[in-house]
C-alpha cells in the first residue's frame, strides 16, 4: 500500500461521458390532470456519469487522468467539460461532434424513491471523422500514459474501430489497454492487456454456462484465446475476482457489508488499472482491486474510495502487515479526521513498550474497550534513554513500533521524539487519554486536550523492569 501511495499513475480514460442529472423533493397529491404523482423539487445536483464514474474512482485514489471522448456541441457538453475542469482532469482530448447528443441521464427522486428517468443522448455510432480526431489527438502523447482504460457504456463512442486503433497504438508503445466491455461480442477489444467482464456479461460473450471452476475455466481460456488477451479476467460480485495467465487463481471478496453495488465495475476497472501501473502482479492487483470494490459496496450509491480508506478496511479485515499500522503525525492527523467525521470514539494512550509483555497486552486490550479506535503513542529510543536510563531501550524503535502494531487491540502505532507526548496528544485531541493506574493523583499531561480520562491498573508483577532483573538473575 505505501508503494501505491507514493506513486501518481497517469491514465487516460476513453470511453462514453456522461452526466448523471438529480432532481430531489417531496410527493405528497396526485395530479388532477392525470394519475401520477407531482414531485415538489427542493434540490438538484449533477455528477460525472458512465465513464466519468472510472474518472472520479482513478481521481479518488490519486492517479492523475486525462480524458477521451465524442460529445455534442451543446449545453450539456459545455457543462461536462466545466466537470472535467473542476476536478483538474485533462479534457483537450475530446472531440466536438455537431450531430451528437452529449449525454445526459435526468432521474426524479422523492423520500428516497426513483419516479422517474429520462435519458437525453446520442447511441448511434460515432463518425469516422471523430475516430480519425481522436486517434489524431493521440498519436504522439500515448506513450506518456502508464494504461488507458476503454470504458464502454453502448452510447457509439468505443466502435470496433476505433478500439482496434487505440489498442494497436498502445501495443506499440507497450502501454497496457483495460477494457470494461460491453455486449455480447468482446473480438472487438481484440489485443487488449485485460477485460473485466462479470460473470453475466462473460456468460453472454462465450456462451459458457459458468457454474463451477471447469466452467469458470473454460471461459477464462476461451476470452483470453478469442480476444488475444495478455491476462483473462472475471469479475464474479460475492465470490471474488478470477484470473488466468498461465493456471485459474481467484482472489476471495472481502466485503463486509454490501449496501449498493452500483458503480462498483467502475471502481474494480479503476483500482485494476491503478495498481498494474504501480507494477503490481495481476495476484496483487485483484486482490488491491477487491478492497477497493469491498469499500464502495458498503457506501450507498455510486461512490468512489481512496487509498486510506482501502487501507482502514484491509486493517480492520486484519490482512494488513504491521507496517500499515505505523504513522507519522502527519498521516495521523488525517486519519483522526477522517474518523471523528465518521463518528467514530479516538483512544489514546503512550509509552515506551520496550519488552512487551502480557501486562502492556492487558492494559491494551482494557484501553481500547474505551472507544473505536486506539492510538499508542511510542517513545523514540532517545527519550526511552533520558526517562529510563543509558542501558535503554532493550529493542530498537522499529522493533517496538511493529509489535504493538500486530496486536489486534491497536489500530495505530505513532513514534514521538519528545519525553512526553503532549504535542502528539494535542493534535490528536482523543475522546479518551488512558494511562496508568500508578497516575491516580497526579498531574497527566495531554489532559486539557482530551474529554476524558481513564487510568488503568497494571497487572500486578508485570513489567519491563522485572523481566529484565529476571533475565539477569539467571
Known amino acids: 500500500m505505501r508503494i501505491l501511495k507514493n506513486f501518481t499513475p497517469n491514465i487516460l480514460v476513453i470511453g462514453d461521458l456522461m452526466i448523471d442529472h438529480y432532481l430531489w423533493g417531496s410527493c405528497e397529491r396526485i395530479s388532477p390532470e392525470a394519475p401520477v404523482q407531482v414531485v415538489d423539487i427542493s434540490k438538484e445536483t449533477t455528477v460525472l456519469g458512465g465513464a466519468g464514474n472510472v474518472i472520479n474512482n482513478l481521481k479518488a485514489l490519486g492517479a492523475q487522468v486525462s480524458a477521451s471522448s465524442v460529445i455534442g456541441n451543446d449545453d450539456n457538453g459545455a457543462e461536462l467539460i466545466s466537470m ?39 447511441k448511434d455510432e460515432i463518425e469516422s471523422l471523430s475516430v480519425d480526431a481522436i486517434l489524431n489527438s493521440l498519436t504522439g502523447i500515448i506513450s506518456g500514459f502508464d494504461s488507458v482504460i476503454l470504458s464502454d457504456y453502448g452510447k457509439g463512442v468505443l466502435t470496433e474501430d476505433l478500439c482496434q486503433k487505440i489498442i494497436k497504438l498502445c501495443n506499440e508503445h507497450s502501454v497496457k489497454v483495460l477494457v470494461d466491455p460491453k455486449g455480447d461480442d468482446f473480438t472487438k477489444y481484440r489485443g487488449a492487456y485485460l477485460l473485466t467482464p462479470n460473470k453475466k456479461e462473460a456468460i453472454l460473450a462465450t456462451g459458457i454456462d459458468i457454474h463451477d471452476e471447469e466452467t469458470l475455466k473454460k471461459a477464462l481460456l476461451k476470452l483470453k484465446i478469442e480476444c488475444n488477451l495478455d491476462v483473462s479476467l472475471i469479475t464474479l460480485s460475492e465470490d471474488g475476482i478470477a484470473t488466468f495467465d498461465n493456471e485459474v487463481k481467484i482472489s476471495p471478496t472481502v466485503a463486509k457489508e454490501v449496501f449498493d453495488v452500483t458503480g462498483a465495475g467502475d471502481t474494480v476497472i479503476a483500482s485494476i488499472a ?54 507519522s503525525f502527519e498521516e495521523i492527523d488525517a486519519l483522526v479526521k477522517r474518523y471523528k467525521d465518521n463518528g467514530k470514539k479516538v483512544v489514546f494512550t503512550n509509552g515506551c513498550f520496550d519488552i512487551l509483555h502480557v501486562g502492556h497486552v492487558k492494559y491494551l486490550q482494557i484501553a481500547k474497550s474505551f472507544g473505536d479506535i486506539l492510538i499508542v503513542g511510542l517513545n523514540s529510543d532517545e527519550s526511552v534513554t533520558r526517562l529510563k536510563g543509558s542501558t535503554r531501550p532493550i529493542n530498537i524503535a522499529e522493533d517496538r513500533a511493529y509489535l504493538l502494531a500486530a496486536l489486534e487491540a ?8 519528545e519525553d512526553t507526548p503532549h504535542d502528539l496528544i494535542k493534535r490528536i485531541e482523543p475522546d479518551v487519554l488512558v494511562k496508568g493506574g500508578d497516575y491516580k493523583g497526579k498531574d497527566v499531561v495531554g489532559t486539557e486536550f482530551s474529554k476524558e480520562l481513564k487510568l488503568v491498573d497494571f497487572v500486578d508483577g508485570k513489567s519491563t523492569t522485572k523481566t529484565i532483573q529476571k533475565i539477569q538473575e539467571n
Open 84 to 122: 472535467l475542469k473542476d476536478i483538474d482532469v485533462e479534457s483537450k482530448n475530446i472531440i466536438i461532434q455537431k450531430s451528437r447528443k452529449t449525454s445526459k441521464k435526468s432521474r426524479i427522486i422523492a423520500v428516497s424513491q426513483q419516479i422517474l428517468r429520462y435519458d437525453n443522448e446520442s
Open 410 to 417: 491497536v489500530d495505530f502505532v505513532v513514534p514521538f521524539g
Open 274 to 327: 491503478f495498481a498494474l501501473s504501480a507494477g503490481k502482479t495481476i495476484e496483487e492487483t485483484a486482490s488491491f482491486s477487491n478492497l477497493a470494490a469491498g469499500v464502495v459496496v458498503g457506501k450507498i450509491g455510486s461512490a468512489t474510495v481512496t487509498l486510506d480508506e482501502i487501507e482502514e478496511y484491509e486493517a480492520s479485515l486484519h490482512k494488513s502487515t504491521s507496517d500499515a499500522h505505523i504513522k
